[in-house]
């Protein structure tokens, strides 16, 4: 260090040093000063110690951490779950065979946040159905905010979108968003129409599997 430098700051700190002492009694505002830098010496102690104790404390913790929060590698969630409507849903409504299905909306997004262990790859599969003017093969999906291209496939009744989940180390919930390209709102489209709701698709279910067991299948 600049002995300069040193000379300066040792004459500023003693400049305050006399602003704080009385020439006249001197000891008790000496004594009040050393317990003073006492008390900050013990917190720039304790500081010192939980920084060189963080290492070990991740070490301990992290395996603990990961051994109760594994997550879950296979899931189903259908329209009939508790899907609020924070994350882009309308309410439940059933089919003419008593299937719960929900209408996405009034944003684009809707999305999804799972535990899921993502120790190794996972496959999604949205399953969606046609209704309306929706158009359900016309949407884009990101997994913590990174775009996943998928595959889609067309049947009689639904319409599926598949991707993959990459695998990370990291531990916690899965933000799984699906955005869909167009909306509409039914009374806009046909005057007869009592529905002022700002639709997107219609969901049907969310499946969520092992990577392994997509080969087993194919």
Known sequence: ????????R???YLKRLKDQINENDP?????????????????????IKLIKAQPMFRNILLPEAEKFNKGIITIT????????SINGFYQIEYDSKG?????????NEFKFEINLNRTAPLIF???????????????????DDIEIPTVVERSDTSITHRGVIPETEEIGLTS???????????????????????LGVVFRELRIFPKIREMEVT
């Open 125 to 143: 599969e949205l399953e969606l159905l046609p209704g309306g003017f929706s158009k359900p093969d016309k949407i884009r999906c990101l997994v």
């Open 1 to 8: 260090m600049d002995n300069d430098y040193v000379d300066e």
């Open 27 to 47: 000891l008790p505002d000496i004594l009040n000063i050393l317990a003073n830098l006492y008390v900050k010496f013990e917190e720039v102690e304790r500081m």
């Open 10 to 12: 040792a004459s500023q």
């Open 99 to 107: 299937k719960p299905f929900r209408w996405t909306g009034p944003t």
């Open 176 to 198: 799984i968003m699906f955005i869909c390209k167009e909306m509409y709102v039914p009374s806009e489209k046909d005057p007869n129409s009592p529905d002022t709701r700002r």
């Open 77 to 84: 969630i259908d329209a009939g779950f508790p899907l609020p």
